[in-house]
């Protein structure tokens, strides 16, 4: 027994650890985006189901010894694998830097390739170890209970996510992280050969007795509808999971920590349930859900929510769907002999949410609106769980239940303010059609209270559901609002790998006021007017009395000028551009680059600039070490590093080794501009830790904001004070030392909850 525990314990805690150790390693290879992340979960789900189907066929079609023998030779190989690649690249899982990407073209295509070579093999291996052990155990401790191990196995799993960011990734490297865990998985190797040496020796005679046991004990075959309920269950939790992530991402940052949070919510989960069936309680955990879709429909209506508001009711929700849909997993599971295919359904289910959050929304949606999809989709496999079972509370007589649906259904929309469902009512042409659904709301809800009418004595329950399905039509209409209020003043939608992307036009009715403006989620990434008069000027961040703004007033005159920027927008740093200078703009999203250079398009600072502008595809850090690896650096009197006014920033891009690569760019007077400008975190304490390090000359400029400006602040380092020395620069910087002190971030290296403002 306890060889089994530890091996299965061990097989998930790796299994956990090298999700975000891998995805942690190749996340600057692909922009720091969320969907790296997101596309690494797709990956391990279909990897996942890969393991149980092979765990499930040679369960079902060897025996004892057989199994032992396959799956103890395919480990073996796996083993001798890792060793081989140990000494071609600096540990057995981490591929060398020829992996790289040289273009952003096809990413989710190429993360798919790295994974299957560096830890395709250990990770199908270890995705096995549940249901395959499981399985093993059960065969040989004829009549104990396997489910308490795949508790367990969630145990380390859970261990696993919460140790990395807080204990395993500051302590160690990356390649230190490789090289342990490796090795940990050599120790699991050896347990899986005592788990099949123990298997091999004692299950035959078990396995005998089971087939001969009369057609009357045996135990009754799942029917279709109930595998059908096994993947939707899976599939709706997954989603919520997936999309829960990516919906905390785009807010704050891509980093280990809020990836762990919601899985770690999603295996607390599957911990309660699978422990004991005696943890999950309708009556507890089916009105929580409906609290948490009330309150995430009203944070998702208003845009003046706090981040922590955001987070504590997004992971609300996501426990609230998680605990619904794993404890009626729980209340559907099979007897021991289905065991493999239970677990198998689970796996494909959570795959199928991962096809839908990775590969199918960003082609289907021009914005994030998964998780609105997720949010309803659990409302509504809530109900045909409990619609099946006729001993649930939706077949009661609950005039009381019912009232509060009706009561929460109807309040939701008048809590959700100007832009939310509520407005849209109020402009309702046809408004008698509304006072004549709340007329015949307000008479099914008075016929509750008569238990003795024809309706409730044929059908008790009648009530309460035509209250649950109004509730779902309100929160289908709010959740619509909800995107509809991003989509209507849009004029361009766009989503790709890199984010979804949008063109408002702002001032339709005043000539002198009108603009365009691009938004990538919420954060705004450049504005321009039309007015004659406006339209080449900087504006947004980089208007004249910005940080940029005032480098760019002060810089050399007898010379032309180099400027490289990471980050293109709309352009606008072009407008800074003179005859004869050069621009070089370093930009990984495909769509933006569209948009800023489409000739029939919303902008034209690219076009209209007298330099010579290029734009680099690709990550800007990646394609500048190529540069500098090719002995051609670009020798920029400005780099300009624009990519951290959005809430989801590249931490990759402001570590002691991207600055190192940027200052090798520069020419030896060259300056660095960093736009630091953020809702939620202050960069300075990191920036200064950086000026420290490299004894750079620094200064902060805060620019308020003004008519055709935003608020704004930059940080400017440089190696002398040619530029940042003169006067009209010296008196408009303010020192970067602040109270807060902060560890150098690395890429090994970073700390977000010290920097939140």
Known sequence: MLTYAVTIFTGAFLLFQVEPLLARYILPWFGGTSAVWITCMLFFQLLLVAGYAYSHLIATRLTPRRQVVVHIAIVAACVLLMGALAMIWQSPITPGPNWKPLNPDFPITRIFALLIVSIGLPFFILSTTGPLLQTWFAQSHQGASPYRLYALSNVGSLLALVTYPFVVEPALTLRAQAIVWSLLFVGFAIGVGLCGLNLASSAESTVSRREVLPASQQPIAPSRATYALWIALATVASLMLLATTNEICQEVAVVPFLWVLPLA????????????????????????????????????CRSSANIFSQVFVYCALLGAVCMVCHGELVRLKPAERYLTSFYLMVAVGGALGGILAAVIAPKVFSGYWEFHFAIWASALMLFIVVIRDPQSWIHEYRPITAMLLLAGALSLPQLLGDESISDAMHRLDNSHQLLAILLALGLLA?????????????????????????????????????????????????RNFYGALAVYSLNNDDPEKHNFKLRHGRIVHGIQYTAADKMHLPVAYYGADSGLGLLMAHLPRDRTRRIGVIGLGIGTVAAYGRAGDYIRFYEINPAVTKIATDPNGFFTYLRDSPAKVDIIPGDARLSMERE???????????????????????????????????????????????????????????????????KLHSGWVHDAGGPTSQPSDWILLARNDEVLGQPEVSRELQSLDSQRKVRLWTDDYSNLFQILK
């Open 265 to 300: 919510i999603y295996l607390l989960s599957f911990i309660i349930c699978f422990d004991s069936d005696r943890w999950y309680r309708r009556g507890i955990f089916q009105p929580a859900l409906g609290v948490a879709i009330f309150l995430t429909c009203i944070i998702l």
């Open 446 to 494: 008075a016929a509750a209270f008569r238990k003795d009418s024809i309706l409730t004595r044929k059908r008790p329950g009648l009530i309460v559901q035509g209250a649950v399905i109004a509730g779902l039509v309100v929160v289908a209409g709010v959740l619509l609002v909800s995107i509809a209020a991003n989509l209507v003043t849009s004029s361009l939608a766009t």
């Open 628 to 694: 500098v690896a090719g002995n051609n650096p670009q020798e920029f009197d400005v780099l300009v590093v624009d990519a951290f006014a959005g809430d989801a920033i590249p931490v990759h891009l402001l570590t002691v080794e991207a600055i190192e690569i940027y200052l090798r760019e520069l020419n030896p007077n060259g300056v660095l501009a960093i736009h630091i400008s953020n809702r939620y975190l202050d960069l300075r304490p990191v920036v200064h830790e950086i000026a420290e390090r490299f």
